[in-house]
């Protein structure tokens, strides 16, 4: 079993849709959580941190269940230009901080 | 502020050859990291630098790979002999030691590495 499980997509959307994004990890210790962007042959980029009480950065939202050792990311409004893959990233504070991540989920916005 | 660099971009070498990749973090970034996207497959840890110390090497998949920080400044990555397994892109990152939780790594553009 992965350590970070994603849908791998491709989420086909229309510009201006609404998209959820979902992701599950398996190592209850991890303590940082976030969503990387990667472009197509790029280095990923970090998009947001999540937080426990859910954050937001636009049109961006990212929530987290510890419970359920489960995140999301929302986009509203999309846009051609969030055409990318979304990655899931775990960390275990304080143990290097090394990332893990999910395989990633593709998003294609289309006119 | 010029952001994480790898050199080179791109490499092309025979099974059984050696290749060094090298990166060169943000400047005063005391943290450096290595990982790996094997094509299909997630990226992956290799391991992490403190400064010029190796602070967890968990990820590395063999002896055949080297990692080196000499002065804490830039790194390389060594593979000898490379195996056909070993292609992929190499993703460097660096990041702060601030001591406050977990400071964002930043990525370089990788090398994309092809054994033949």
């Known amino acids: 079993r992965k350590e970070v499980e994603q849908d791998p997509g491709p989420f086909n959307v229309p510009e201006g849709a609404t998209v959820a994004f979902n992701c599950t990890y398996s190592?209850?210790?991890?303590?940082?959580f976030f969503w990387y962007r990667q472009d197509c042959r790029k280095e990923p980029k970090l998009l947001m941190s999540?937080?426990?009480s859910g954050n937001e950065d636009g049109r961006f939202t990212a929530q987290l269940n510890r419970a359920s050792q489960y995140i999301s990311l929302l986009i509203r409004d999309s846009k051609l230009s969030d055409s990318a893959t979304y990655l899931c990233?775990?960390?275990?504070?304080?143990?290097?901080?090394?990332?893990?991540f999910g395989t990633g989920t593709q998003l294609k916005v289309e006119l | 502020e010029a952001g994480v660099t790898q050199f080179p971009s791109h490499s092309v070498i025979e099974k059984g050859q050696t290749v060094t990749l090298r990166c060169d973090p943000i400047s005063g970034h005391d943290n450096l990291y290595w990982y790996r996207r094997v094509m299909g497959k997630e990226i992956k840890f290799l391991l992490h630098f403190v400064k010029e110390s190796k602070q967890d090497e968990s990820g590395m998949p063999n002896n055949r790979f080297l990692a080196e920080r000499t002065g804490g400044t830039y790194s390389t990555l060594k593979v000898q002999p490379a195996e056909l397994e070993d292609s992929g892109v190499y993703f460097c990152a660096s990041s702060q030691n601030s001591g406050q939780g977990t400071d964002t790594q930043y990525f370089g553009p990788g090398t994309r590495l092809t054994v033949l």
């Open positions: 190592n209850s210790a991890s303590q940082s």
């Open positions: 999540v937080y426990s």
């Open positions: 990233v775990v960390a275990v504070t304080g143990g290097g901080n090394k990332l893990t």
